[in-house]
T-cell receptor, first 113, second 116 residues
Framework: KAGVTQTPRYLIKTRGQQVTLSCSPI?????VSWYQQTPGQGLQFLFE???????NKGNFPGRFSGRQFSNSRSEMNVSTLELGDSALYLC????????????FGPGTRLTVL | AQSVTQLGSHVSVSEGALVLLRCNYS??????LFWYVQYPNQGLQLLLK??????LVKGINGFEAEFKKSETSFHLTKPSAHMSDAAEYFC??????????????FGKGTKLSVIP
């Protein structure tokens, strides 16, 4: 089975722009979660989608949004980028339940200049 | 709210020595517990997880962890370190039910260095 794929792997944007990141889960997985990883704050939960519905949301401003499509692929969008949004954005997929293993993709490295 | 504390942001061990990475959680109800490893420029890989079955959990690559409710701990151990174990390790928790289910709360991570 192919693993979780994330595109693009690297991205450079300037302040004020918006960005869309994509995540394709493992085949058969219906839950997709997004995490932000920075040296200062570590790994922080953004949101989780299951069957196209946001089931859980972390403590991030409304500039961060996401969605999930009927094939379970997910996108996250960040509008009005700030320097502090520079981070590794990780996507993880699981079958459905909270006990299920979350399988992580390699991440998208976003740099905001 | 749940939280995770990993003692020691950096740990160095000699090759062949015992690896011990500490993790303590804060939760009113015992949560699900996980250990992940991250190699440079890669995502996270699950080493092992505790989901209220056996308290001693065996994972991949020779790692194991023991859930101790009385100490609110879930320390990761490996009897003999290999050079390939050098990486960053993250302890994470997830509530069993209710608010916050399906999300992982991570510790700050521990970078493990293995000295030849």
């Amino acid at each position: 089975k192919a693993g979780v794929t994330q595109t693009p792997r690297y991205l450079i944007k300037t302040r004020g722009q918006q960005v869309t990141l994509s995540c394709s889960p493992i085949s058969g997985h219906r839950s997709v979660s997004w995490y932000q990883q920075t040296p200062g704050q570590g790994l922080q939960f953004l949101f989780e989608y299951f069957s196209e519905t946001q089931r859980n949301k972390g403590n991030f401003p409304g500039r961060f949004s996401g969605r999930q499509f009927s094939n379970s692929r997910s996108e996250m969008n960040v509008s009005t980028l700030e320097l502090g949004d520079s981070a590794l954005y990780l996507c993880a997929s699981s079958v459905a339940e909270s006990t299920d293993t979350q399988y992580f993709g390699p991440g998208t490295r976003l740099t905001v200049l | 709210a749940q939280s995770v504390t990993q003692l020691g942001s950096h740990v160095s061990v000699s090759e062949g020595a015992l690896v011990l990475l500490r993790c303590n959680y804060s939760s009113s109800v015992p949560p699900y517990l996980f250990w992940y490893v991250q190699y440079p420029n890669q995502g996270l890989q699950l080493l092992l997880k505790y989901t209220s079955a056996a308290t001693l959990v065996k994972g991949i690559n020779g790692f194991e962890a023991e859930f101790k409710k009385s100490e609110t701990s879930f320390h990761l151990t490996k009897p003999s370190a290999h050079m390939s174990d050098a990486a960053e390790y993250f302890c994470a928790v997830s509530p069993v039910s209710g608010a916050g289910s399906y999300q992982l709360t991570f510790g700050k991570g521990t970078k493990l260095s293995v000295i030849p």
